[in-house]
């Protein structure tokens, strides 16, 4: 079942369409990656979800058209965006709190203990907001987020400011929170390594369009292990790998390479070159770069 769907999505600042016939789908239990260059709209979109900019044109529709309101102890989206939007001369707790009573949370003294806990900043709970650092404001900005207890958190950047230790911390709660509490989670980031270990599914925007959207299985099947043969005639070396070994894919690189990717395996490939009589000048694995993938995703979309 899907949590988030988007269809037809639209922004114009100035006359200017940031956001441009964007559809979405963020089906319930996902941990959703939302790739993306800088500039490319993903903090507007997220925005718009979370119903804090009015879209131009589109539709967002939520847990399949349930009931939005506030459900027993919470609010149903928690989201960080952008900066957290933080009371600087209150302590950490008592950002929480403020939150916590204007929302209306029951037990709000304990509910702001356990989400500390839960972001790492129970040690910190007496320091003023103005005197964390950057990476630690990005916690409190999560534990803010998750005090209305959401069946959906979105995250823009949330890595940002953080240490290596930091960093690992971050993605590991949010896969508990994934896994144990059932939280589906929408993260943008520009850290790729970061959300190729816990994303389940893609959506890559570029100039306010979603290019696609697909599986972290398919992400890894078209980024997996390939070959890279170049000779002295490739046409006909492609010819002849098809011919032979029609279930491989095949790949023609600019500089006259052949990547061989999907249904294969090396020797099969070395006997087809030299039943063919093909004279061999780079026979060797590769194996694509997830960022070289997702770039270009994007510069498809710019060149389309």
């Known amino acids: 079942m899907s949590v988030i769907e988007v269809r037809g999505l639209a922004k114009e600042y100035r006359g200017r369409r940031v956001v441009d016939r964007f559809d979405m789908t963020v089906m319930r239990g ?5 790739v993306g260059k800088n500039g490319a709209g993903k903090s507007t979109v997220m925005k718009m979800i979370c119903g804090l900019v009015t879209p131009t044109a589109g539709e ?5 058209d349930e009931e939005r309101a506030a459900v027993p102890g919470g609010l149903r989206v928690g989201s960080l965006i952008e900066e957290p939007g933080l009371l600087p001369n209150l302590s950490v707790f008592d950002n929480l709190m403020a939150k916590a009573l204007a929302i209306g949370i029951v037990d709000a003294r304990e509910r702001c203990h356990e989400v500390l806990r839960l972001a790492g900043l129970d040690h910190a709970e007496d320091r003023k907001a103005k005197r964390l650092s950057l990476g630690m404001k990005q916690r409190l900005g999560l534990a803010l987020a998750l005090l209305g207890n959401p069946d ?3 995250l823009d950047e949330p890595f940002n400011g ?10 590991n709660l949010l896969v508990r929170l994934n896994e144990v509490f059932g939280v589906t989670v929408v993260v943008s980031s ?3 390594d970061q959300l ?3 994303v389940t599914r893609y959506g890559v925007i570029a100039e306010g369009a979603m290019v696609r959207e697909m599986t972290a299985d ?3 099947a078209e980024c997996g292990e390939s070959l890279r043969v170049r000779t002295t005639d490739p046409s006909r070396t492609l010819a002849q790998l098809q011919e032979t070994l029609p279930a491989a894919t095949y790949r023609a690189e600019p500089d006259q390479a052949i990547i061989v990717s999907g249904a294969y395996d090396a020797e099969s490939v070395a006997q087809a070159l030299k039943a ?8 060797s694995p590769h194996r694509r770069d997830l960022e070289e993938y997702f770039v270009e995703l994007m510069e498809g979309r710019r060149h389309a």
Not at 162 to 171: K, Q, S
């Open 30 to 34: 996902d941990i959703y990656g939302f």
């Open 60 to 64: 967002i529709c939520l847990f399949g």
């Open 152 to 154: 959906v958190l979105l």
């Open 162 to 171: 953080l240490d290596p230790e930091g960093t690992r911390a971050m993605r």
């Open 190 to 192: 520009h850290v790729l």
């Open 196 to 198: 190729d270990r816990m």
């Open 218 to 220: 398919q992400v890894q």
């Open 276 to 283: 063919a009589g093909q004279v061999v000048l780079e026979f």
